[in-house]
């Protein structure tokens, strides 16, 4: 075979390689070019971060505004201090609320954020004051098991059997 | 000592000697194909033309095994995803199997397989037919000439094949989840990217493919040196080939799954 028709392939070849390790990058794993300058950093504190994990997407209205950037637990309170990094393109005001929630019933745990009524808007290290814990499946179904005996209690252990 | 003991006593300690030989000659065959090779990657032209050989007419076989394994993958994994309801995460799943383990390890069986061996039974017949002895004699280093081009290509080769089996096995995944099965586009795209890291996956795939090229084309080109030079010695050096490159591919893996994940 000629020299120019194998050099053709070979470069056909390696360009091949290339596309797919761009395709990889960019469709697969979601490269953004995201860079420390296009972010800012919040706090916040949660009693209990349920299944949150470090990456987890923060979301406002169900879009993608952030990611949890590091979670530790502040051994002075005893409560999760969790640092979000945000798109700077995204302002939030002061009196924002932050919850964790649940993508569908199984899905992975996400932080949402809702918007507040103040004018002014948190600044980059500011701390989301009103927060609200994960939900605790163990913890719901424990509590909704303690109303359910009350109930039957009060009733005149009619239906104590049924609690059980 | 008896004589029933003694033989296979012996047997076994020339089995071990002739194994830490082996592996002694295989560590300095590498060390003498890393010195030559400066020469051989000035003669790029050599190192193409096996690239041509090793990855381009590799490229069919890839294709098609990659395409074929991301649709039972789709199909597998949608009859498993779909008892737990969670069928949307098909996905991630397709992506994250092809990304860690399948495209690197199955590329890596195949390019042993049909590139590999190709290589034992071209150099081991060289040998046979006393043509690396030639260069010798004509003063040209059969390592740096034949042995250091072919190497490279397998180096360069294996991560390009690994990355196309991955797109390939995406997109059978799509094929039988988004086209057949008809689950929804955006949901196996964005459950991909949400699950998917470049530098987690994409980037420890491509090091796992870069390190069983290495691996393969090693074993392969110091197979076809060491062979014996008869008909039945590179028939044989061709089948050790295989098989000694599947179980180091597969022992890698372990070992660099182990440390990477």
């Known amino acids: ?164 | 000592m008896p004589e029933f003991l003694i033989s296979p006593l012996r047997r076994l300690g020339h089995a071990s000697i002739n194994a830490i030989w082996r592996l002694g000659f295989i560590s300095r065959f590498l060390v003498a194909i890393l010195m030559y090779s400066g020469q051989s990657l000035l003669r790029f032209s050599l190192v193409i033309r096996e690239v041509y050989f090793a990855g381009v007419l590799s490229l069919i076989i890839i294709i098609v095994s990659g395409l074929f394994v991301g649709m039972v993958l789709g199909l597998q994994g949608y009859n498993t995803l779909s008892r737990f309801g969670s069928s949307d995460a098909l996905g991630a799943l397709v992506a994250l199997s092809l990304l860690r383990e399948l495209g690197p390890v199955l590329a890596a069986l195949l390019f042993a397989s049909r590139s590999g061996s190709a290589m034992t039974a071209e150099i081991g017949l060289m040998k046979a037919t006393e043509q690396l002895d030639a260069m010798s004699v004509m003063a040209v280093n059969p390592i740096a000439r034949v042995v250091a081009p072919r190497f490279w290509a397998g180096v360069i080769s294996m991560p390009v094949l690994a990355a196309l089996f991955n797109v390939m096995g995406i997109f059978g995944g799509y094929l039988i989840g988004v086209v057949m099965i008809g689950l929804d586009q955006g949901t196996y795209w964005s459950q991909m990217n949400n699950a998917v890291d470049l530098h987690y996956d994409v980037v420890n795939g491509l090091i796992k493919s870069l390190v069983f090229g290495i691996a393969v084309t090693l074993i392969a080109v110091f197979e076809g040196y060491d062979a014996t030079p008869t008909a039945a010695g590179v028939s044989s050096a061709t089948t050790r080939t295989v098989v000694t490159s599947a179980l180091v591919i597969l022992a890698l893996d372990f070992v660099l799954t182990a440390f990477m994940f």
């Open chain 1, 1 to 164: 075979m000629k020299r120019s028709t194998i050099d053709l392939w070979v470069g056909v070849f390696v360009a091949i390689g290339i596309a797919c390790i761009v395709f990889l990058s960019l469709k697969v794993a979601n490269l953004t070019p995201q860079n420390a300058n296009s972010t800012y950093v919040l706090t916040a504190d949660f009693d209990n971060i349920g299944g949150l994990k470090i990456k987890a997407p923060v979301k406002s209205s169900g879009v993608v505004v952030g990611r949890v950037t590091n979670i530790e637990l502040d051994t002075q309170r005893y409560v999760a201090h969790v640092t979000l990094a945000l798109d700077k393109r995204y302002q939030f005001s002061r009196d924002t609320s932050a919850e964790i929630l649940t993508s569908g019933l199984l899905g992975e745990q996400y932080l949402g954020l809702t918007e507040g009524g103040d004018p002014d808007s948190l600044k980059s290290g500011d701390r989301i004051a009103i927060t609200s814990s994960a939900l605790v499946l163990e913890q719901l179904i424990s509590k909704f098991m303690l109303n359910f005996a009350e109930k039957g209690d009060s009733h005149g252990g009619k239906n104590a059997s049924a609690a059980q």
